[in-house]
């Protein structure tokens, strides 16, 4: 990927919280959020990363933002430095990365009223005059598709769907370059959620923003994302385009995930097994040794328990963090009982042959 392309570069970010002592002789217990993730999003992209609710996607938005502090590793805005920004510095990268947040009922403050919740953010860093300000306010009520007769109301006098069409609003009023989305749809109902999916594509064509999407469902990142990551208890086990990963998923637990997801017709999976993970994922405050995965791996063998695989890059940008993911025939295939014959639906039919081997 040219530089020159690259708005978000992140390198080893970590996250680790140090909680407290259960007694005064024993050592800190270390939650282990984010270990070590590394990824860059291109200009007028949306990149996404899914994972189970824990894996650390949140943590690694939050992190970008500087709501929570990194333990280590870095992260570059358009070549700024996000993380070791200071003062006016970081009041300016702040206008340049903004949030969509999860919840659109605790993430607005009850207290405003919606034309100064929009015009918070232009107040505290933007010069404009007040007169721009409201102005500006008019127009992303009207991108968001509000009506100019409900900007003196409060929070609680819309729906839910409403309020996140606020949020949206709000985020989008400094002209960030780039639009963090925590799960912005997970609290919505499905109706509500394909609308404001497709209110976000709207925008993102018509503005060229860049986002990174945070989520746990497949379907709607598959509708809105370029690229997507995938997460496993702090790292990225799986990285590659939208067509890579959804047409040719290679890690044991991108499998698993595409396998859990619900189908009209359970009849109907193209003839694949579905694929059921034993156990719970391991704690964050003492992560296995090896592969994360390993402990819940069908397909694990002795070097998974002691070596953790590195995110190594196969074909075209398609990188995978598994040692038992393999080249046959011209192709990297799955490690059995993931390859296609076996696996969920997601693998074309073509590699069937040469993975099955």
Not at 225 to 243: H, P
Not at 316 to 330: E, I, K, S, T
């Amino acid at each position: 990927m040219p530089r020159d392309d690259v708005l978000l570069d992140v390198r080893d970010l970590r996250v680790h919280y140090a909680l407290r002592r259960p007694h005064p002789f024993a050592a800190a217990p270390t939650v282990h959020a984010v270990d070590g993730v590394s990824f860059r999003v291109r200009r007028g992209s949306a990149f996404g990363i899914v994972g189970e609710s824990g894996c650390g996607k949140s943590t690694t938005a939050l992190a970008l933002l500087r709501l929570v502090e990194a333990s280590g590793g870095s992260a570059s805005l358009d070549g700024a430095d996000l993380l070791g920004a200071r003062g006016a510095a970081l009041a300016a990268l702040r206008a340049k990365v903004q949030m969509i947040f999860q919840d659109p009922y605790s993430s607005l403050d009850p207290r405003q009223r919606v034309q100064d919740i929009i015009a918070k953010p232009m107040r505290q860093l933007t010069a404009l005059a007040p007169a721009a300000i409201a102005a500006r306010v008019d127009e992303l009520m009207a991108l968001v598709g509000l009506r100019q007769d409900q900007k003196r109301l409060f929070p609680h006098q819309f729906s839910g769907g409403q309020r996140q069409r606020i949020g949206i609003a709000r985020a989008l009023a400094v002209d960030p370059a780039l639009v963090v989305c925590d799960e912005p749809v997970s609290a919505l109902d499905v109706a509500i959620q394909a609308q404001v999916i497709n209110l976000l594509a709207r925008i993102q064509r018509e503005r060229g923003l860049t986002y990174v999407f945070i989520s746990h469902d497949l379907a709607v990142v598959q509708h809105l994302c370029d690229e997507v990551a995938v997460m496993y208890l702090g790292r990225i086990v799986e990285r590659g385009s939208r067509a890579q990963l959804f047409g040719t998923p290679l890690h044991p637990y991108t499998h698993a995930l595409m396998s859990a997801e619900p189908v009209k017709d359970p009849a109907r999976r193209d003839g694949h097994s579905r694929i059921r993970l034993q156990g719970d994922p391991p704690s964050p405050l003492d992560p296995p040794a090896g592969c994360h995965f390993h402990t819940r791996c069908p397909a694990a063998e002795a070097r998974c328990r002691s070596e953790a695989p590195a995110l190594r890059e196969l074909d075209g940008g398609h990188h995978v963090a598994c040692h038992r993911v393999a080249w046959r025939d011209g192709r990297a295939c799955p490690p059995p009982p993931f390859a296609p014959g076996a696996a969920p639906a997601g693998v074309p039919a073509d590699g069937a042959a040469a993975c099955a081997a």
